[in-house]
Structure formats: structure tokens, C-alpha cells
């Protein structure tokens, strides 16, 4: 049964009113503090502070504050006069509780009212924005295609110009050459006229007349001929782009069936997902893809976190099995554990999938070689270490560190051999 508080002091003015309820030990985080136009109360267990107002107040200007064993109300009346009283008079139960009621639907009320204006102002702000992204978009997308009109008048201008250059230069090329022919022709008519006025016979000026037309014309049209073939092109240079190839060999060299059917697993592998796993539906987007995973394992085994790091191959090798240095990087893994089983079982695993051998992936057969061969050589399987090694030294035949590994396991075979 709460403790009624009736101890309470108030004043007033016109327009407020002020009222003090001492409340032992009251704070913030206890009190409870419920306020409408015509009702006040206060629970602050044990106590229990209410008052049924003589007149109506706002309740949203209205303040309590809370300290030194006191809240201390200021009520804002809607109406400025002084009251008689500070609660009504003659109130009854049955009154008491429509009161309460009321007060508390009018409260859930304005809590309502004021969740939909929030929630108005949010969608408002949220069409703003969104009108604000869209013009910004729409300008730079003017601005793009402007930019590319210009730059397309600007190269028509260009061609224009230099279709005109062109065009000019021919023209100035014709008449030169139809000034060089007049000239020769000019030239033949001379030489006809000087022969006419020699004093020679009829027959002899008609012979030699004859035998220098002849001359003349195959002079002329040999030099016509000569003028109507085309000057050389000038000197230039045209740029050749060849497609890159995938694979760095010549492709004399390369194995084309197998670099594609290698691309075409690869690609496979990159779509091949699984979904049906229990645990994603907690995972964040990001965690969900196996490259950021194996990224992530990366990231782990580099500040030799060696379990964490499984844990990220585990859940992607999960997610897809087909990617290789998934396998790859987990025998790594437990090779720094001392798994060695698990080493051997994980980097033969990568070599099944790095199949077909192709020189986009000899780098990781490599490394799946000398990974496996250690793990056999820590378990005291030297012959099988000296295979994969040897495997190794196939696909990277200059590389010193692993000559000289092997040629330590091999000297350890012998001399085990001469022991026995």
C-alpha cells in the first residue's frame, strides 16, 4: 500500500503554478512522474503524490524538477487567473477514476500525435534528400552529356577542317598539273612551227614531221602518264593494341584446351555457393562471402593467430569447396600447429583442385608440393617428402631454397639407409 504524500506546499500566479512535494530519497531514475491539462502524479516507491487539478494547465510547457529530497512542479495554467484551490473539491472515486482514465488516454493520444509528426518529419527529410540526390544527378548527368557534345563538335570541326585541307591540297594539285601540260603542249606546237619554216622538201618536212609528232606524242603521253600516278603517302605511324592473353606464355608453348578448361573450373568455383548453412543467418553481408573470409584467414595468420585463422578457412571452405588455396592456406595452418595430418590432408586436396596444371596456378601447386613434403618429412617420411619436393623443383626448377631442401632430405635418406 503506498504511502500518501499530503505534506505538499503550492503558490501561484496568473499564469503558473508552483508546488513542492518533499520526497525522501527521490531521484531521477525512480520517480515517476505522469502529467495532463487536469491530473498529477508522482510515484516514487513508497510514496505515492497525486492531485486532480482545480483548472486546466499545458502539460507540454510544464516542468518538474528533482533534488534534495524534492520535486519541485511548474505548471503553466492555460487560462491566466488564481484558483481557489489547488485540486478540485468534492471529488468522488468513480470521478477520480473517469479522471485517470482520461488522462491516460489523452496522453497515449498525444504520444501518438506525436510519433506520426515525427515520423512525417522523417519521410519528409528522407523526399528531401532524395529530390536533393536526384537534381544533383540529373545536373551531372547534364553536365556529362554536354561535355561529350562538345567534345564531338569539336572533333567534327577538326574533320571538317582537315577533309577541306585535304580538299584544297588536290585541287592545287590538279592545276599544276594541267599548267605542266599546257606547257608541254605549248612547247610541241613550237617545234612544229620552226620545222615548217626550214627549207626543205614537201616529202622530207612531211617525214620529219611525222617522226617528231610521233616523238612528241609518246614524250607526252609518257610524261602523262608519269603525272597521273599518285604522289607517296606520308610518313606515318599507326598504333596496334593487341588483346592480352591470360597466361604470360607464348602460345606456341601453351597448352590452350588446358588453360581454358582451368578458367572455366575457376569461374565455376566463384559461383559455386552454399547457403543451406545455419549459422549465416547471423552473419553480416560481408561474412557471408568466402574471398573476405580467406582475406580475413590471411590477415589472422599474419599475426600467427593460427586457430582464428582456421576457424575464418573453415567457415569458407563451408560456404564454397571448390576454391584451392582455401585448402591452401588452412595446410598452412596446421603445419604451424603441428597437425600434420591435416596438413598432408588439406594440400592434397588443393592439388586436386588445381587441375589442370597451367602457369596461372604453378605458383600454388608449388607451394601444395613443399607444404605436403614438410608435413611428411616432420613425420619421418623422407621419401615421400623427397617426391613432393622433387614435384616442386619440376615446376620451379631455379628456385635455390628448395634444391637445397631437397638435397638435405636426400642425404638424410642415405644416411639412414647406410645405418640400416
Known amino acids: 500500500m503506498p504511502l500518501q504524500v499530503s505534506d505538499y506546499s503550492w503558490q501561484q500566479t496568473r499564469t503558473a503554478v508552483f508546488i513542492s512535494v518533499p520526497l525522501r530519497g527521490v531521484s531521477v531514475r525512480d520517480a515517476d512522474v505522469f502529467c495532463t491539462e487536469n491530473y498529477l502524479k508522482v510515484n516514487c516507491p513508497p510514496f505515492l503524490f497525486e492531485v486532480f487539478l482545480y483548472a486546466p494547465v499545458d502539460d507540454e510547457s510544464s516542468k518538474a524538477k528533482i533534488g534534495n529530497d524534492t520535486i519541485v512542479f511548474t505548471l503553466h495554467k492555460k487560462e491566466a487567473a488564481m484558483w481557489e484551490t489547488l485540486s478540485l473539491s468534492g471529488v468522488d472515486k468513480e470521478m477520480m477514476q473517469r479522471i485517470r482514465e482520461k488522462s491516460i488516454l489523452q496522453a497515449q493520444e498525444s504520444a501518438k500525435e506525436a510519433m506520426e509528426a515525427k515520423a512525417s518529419a522523417r519521410r519528409e527529410d528522407q523526399k528531401y534528400t532524395l529530390n536533393v540526390m536526384m537534381k544533383i544527378e540529373e545536373e551531372e548527368r547534364k553536365r556529362i552529356e554536354d561535355m561529350k557534345e562538345n567534345e564531338r563538335i569539336k572533333a567534327t570541326k577538326e574533320l571538317e577542317t582537315w577533309k577541306e585541307h585535304q580538299r584544297k591540297a588536290e585541287e592545287h594539285k590538279i592545276v599544276q598539273r594541267e599548267e605542266k601540260l599546257y606547257q608541254q603542249e605549248k612547247q610541241i606546237e613550237e617545234e612544229r612551227k620552226k620545222l615548217k619554216h626550214k627549207g626543205l622538201t614537201r616529202n622530207s618536212v ?161 607451394k601444395a608440393h613443399i607444404r605436403r613434403g614438410t608435413a611428411f618429412c616432420q613425420l619421418e617420411l623422407y621419401v615421400e617428402g623427397l617426391q613432393d619436393y622433387e614435384a616442386a623443383l619440376k615446376i620451379d626448377p631455379s628456385n635455390k631454397i628448395v634444391q637445397n631442401d631437397a638435397e638435405k632430405i636426400r642425404n638424410i635418406i642415405q644416411g639412414t639407409e647406410l645405418k640400416s
Open 206 to 366: 612531211s617525214r620529219n614531221l611525222a617522226t617528231k609528232g610521233r616523238n612528241s606524242e609518246i614524250i607526252f603521253f609518257e610524261k602523262l602518264k608519269e603525272d597521273s600516278i599518285p604522289a607517296p603517302r606520308s610518313v606515318g605511324s599507326i598504333k596496334i593494341n593487341f588483346t592480352p592473353r591470360v597466361f604470360p606464355t607464348a602460345l606456341r608453348e601453351s597448352q590452350v584446351a588446358a588453360e581454358e578448361e582451368w578458367l572455366h573450373k575457376q569461374a565455376e568455383a566463384r559461383r559455386a555457393m552454399n547457403t543451406d548453412i545455419p549459422e549465416l543467418c547471423d552473419l553480416k553481408e560481408e561474412e557471408k562471402n568466402p574471398e573476405w573470409l580467406k582475406d580475413k584467414g590471411n590477415k589472422l595468420f599474419a599475426t600467427e593467430n593460427y586457430l582464428a585463422a582456421i576457424n575464418a578457412y573453415n567457415l569458407a571452405i563451408r560456404l564454397n569447396n571448390k576454391i584451392p588455396l582455401l585448402y591452401l592456406n588452412r595446410a598452412a595452418c596446421h603445419l604451424k600447429l603441428k597437425n600434420l595430418h591435416k596438413a598432408i590432408e588439406d594440400s592434397s586436396k588443393a592439388l586436386e583442385l588445381l587441375t589442370p596444371p597451367v602457369a596461372d596456378n604453378a605458383n600454388a601447386r608449388m
